[in-house]
């Protein structure tokens, strides 16, 4: 299969930034051949398809998400003992291998359409959500998750271990998933699983290792009360603070911590949209960043964040950079650009296949169409990307040279069916939710 | 002409926040005459409309915006110094009637694409921007702006006056568009011009006042340098602070400005994404809420906040509150669909006509449709608009009983003609943009 893009507007995202305003890219099987600007090459038997001056540029990266959850999207909004009075009871009595599919159907189909090419996901079933993200033709790695907070699938860690042995072996050596292991987060897994994951993963170097790490005050004070030291120090004490290891939130974090997490060389994510409507800060990702340390955007679970695009996350990245740093200069929009594309890919590890346009690279990529006067004039490509752009300018999405989306069709899920599945769910929650409401009251 | 809207989810957005799940609305001429729930009335020769129950809600109310200014979209994002670098100089040299008139009309089309139906707007040359909004068919308070940095259409203020006396002239007993006089700032007008305003003002009562108030730390210190007060003390001694001045921004305020701001009844705006980006802080929205002092939402110009919808001001205004009360709890979805609707209309005195779906009001409203999986499940309507909805999935915007979009069609204004025309000048933008930085370097 081979595909020729022309006249499109090529942002490729490589080293040097480079640009092809009348661009040209060729893609033979899963691979980018080559790019370039002026006349495109003559080659004969490629599907050609010209992108009418719209932007073309990597697929995006979403860092941190949790598939299953989009069918508790907006779940308890506002209420702060939400997770304790509602989504905890909810997934003890809900979560099941049909529920994960569903939702991360709805999830693998809102990505798509949002520009998103590859995804770090962490969740329970987790091997379902492998399952979809194959079949969606999504880049993702996938975490079984490991909690002691009595998660719907597994009663102890020895369960939840061979749920990740069930994992790895699902997909050892699938082009597009990757089996990931994701201890939940310090405080709900506690030193000794810590080291139990530390182990685990010396023995198999070649899964990612992915966990929350200083989301909130509740993790902070555990860390200090029971070990009287910072979450990050516990999490080094426990050796899991390894290179590439993929954190999630990073938000609570003083500059001993960040220090500390730049020397492991650990790689972060920061996720504001769901941290901003928590209210729970801002996380210091200027800092991050200086220290060296790649940062991801993260949508979170849409119970958390609500929206799986990253365009939603775009201006809450960069106007909490600018608020932290009291200036419009923090964090220009192509640095966020970068986080959302190559430093995400960075971020999990895969910087070597996607995240940039380059030949030898995967075709991961996504067309923006710039067809909307809301879009215009155009100064800058990045900053109309991060302030102007919507997910729903998206109109194609290919992943490894095949088109998940053609001009807003999304090729590889069942619209219909992916929507009715995930609302036939919602219904039980709602009735539930009644029943909890009117116990409680 | 008679409009039927049938299967709507009506929000009222009324005073007991009525929701009709399977409602209708039927409106005569410019005004709402009934709606309800159930079996529509039998209104023969009525434009039915089955609105495959989509939300219906009021039209938007853009409290804060300057029209003209989209030709800047974007322009010198990221640069501290932009205001004096660029955006001055460029004002001097090229902001004319012609290029705030393809400015606004650009904005026009954008606001009516993203179901704002009224908008308050300051500008230069506002005559032009009143002409655009009637032809648009918005709703409006476009006010000259006076200001004494050497702006484009005044030499002095005694111009600046006529220029809003012909402004009055010119929309005197108007339908849609109210003629506004819009001292720019405290510093930038000074003790005596405000005086002037508050005295032009007391002998023009039907005249809304907009000015920009405690929008920087530049401004709080000229007031403390210059009068030894706050810049919301400095604006009470000229007084100018009198019930129903529309304040912009409303950012660098102290509890005693905020008791001073409410005891004399002004109205407020907040701009979050404007100020956001601006790096200049989070503004105290819940406290002047409490203050008793209805605070609507504004984009603020597209230089400054990019987009003109209020969708995309939602989540920021929603995350500043939480981040601000450090919880999930202040400021709910459903209190920021108000503030963009009847708090807004509040906010302009204009909650007699708009803001809310009632019997007797104007007819401007807004379909939002359902069909985008990104907005599933909903377990609340308001979470949804606030969290998941994109000005993209509105479909139908409509003034006073008419339509100025139908199924994304706008049909007030020509989209190509207005993006050509608002391109060209962008295109003397760029060249005086390098121009600049050559000369600078």
């Not at 949002?114 to 993702?140: C, H, K, N, P, S």
């Not at 860390?223 to 899991?240: C, E, M, N, Q």
């Not at 929650?429 to 909890?436: H, L, Q, S």
Request: proline letters at 5%; charged letters at 20%.
């Amino acid at each position: 299969m081979t595909t020729l893009l022309t006249n499109a507007w090529v942002l490729t995202l490589d080293d040097a930034m480079t640009q092809h305003e009348r661009g040209w890219v060729h893609i033979e099987g899963d691979t980018i051949v080559a790019l370039g600007s002026g006349a495109p090459p003559d080659i004969p038997g490629a599907e050609a398809v010209d992108c009418d001056g719209d932007i073309v540029m990597p697929g995006m990266v979403n860092t941190h998400c949790h598939m299953g959850m989009s069918v508790f999207r907006g779940l308890g909004e506002d209420v702060d003992d939400r997770l304790y009075r509602y989504i905890l009871p909810l997934e003890r009595k809900f979560v099941t291998a049909a529920m994960v599919r569903a939702g991360s159907a709805l999830s693998a189909l809102e990505m798509i359409q949002g520009g998103v090419t590859t995804v770090a996901d962490m969740y329970y079933f987790e091997t379902e959500v492998g399952r979809v993200a194959a079949e969606a033709g999504l880049r993702a790695i996938v975490g079984q998750t490991l909690a002691d907070f009595d998660p719907p699938d597994h009663k102890d860690f020895d369960q939840g271990f061979a749920r990740v042995e069930e994992l790895v072996d699902a997909f050892a050596g699938h082009p597009l998933v990757t089996p990931s292991i994701a201890p939940h987060a310090p405080y709900s897994t506690g030193l000794k699983v810590m080291e139990r994951v530390a182990q685990w993963s010396a023995d198999h170097p070649d899964v990612p290792v992915q966990m929350h790490l200083a989301e909130s005050t509740l993790e902070v004070n555990w860390a200090r009360d029971t070990h009287g030291k910072s979450t990050v120090a516990v999490t080094r004490d426990a050796g899991l603070l390894k290179p590439n290891l993929i954190c999630a939130h990073c938000l609570q974090l003083d500059d001993a911590d960040i220090t500390m997490m730049s020397e492991h060389q650990v790689c972060a994510v920061t996720n504001p949209r769901s941290n901003g409507k928590a209210g729970r800060g801002i996380a210091p990702v200027e800092k991050l960043r200086n220290a060296g340390i790649p940062v991801g955007i993260g949508s979170d679970g849409a119970m958390s964040g609500n929206t799986l695009d990253l365009f939603s996350q775009f201006a809450p990245v960069s106007m909490f950079a600018k608020l932290l740093g009291g200036s419009r200069k923090p964090l220009p929009a192509v640095e966020v650009v970068r986080m959302a594309t190559i430093e995400g890919a960075r971020a999990l590890s895969l910087n070597l296949k996607t995240g940039s346009l380059e030949s030898g690279k995967q075709a991961d990529l996504t067309r923006v169409s710039l067809a909307a006067e809301r879009l215009h004039p155009i100064y800058d490509p990045y900053s109309m990307l991060v302030f102007a752009a919507l997910p729903s300018d998206v109109t194609d999405t290919m992943v490894a040279g095949r088109w998940l989306m053609r001009d807003r069709q999304v090729l590889t899920l069942d619209r219909k069916k992916t929507l009715r599945d995930a609302l036939q769910i919602a219904r039980t929650f709602k009735a539930e939710m009644i029943r909890i409401d009117e116990e409680k009251s």
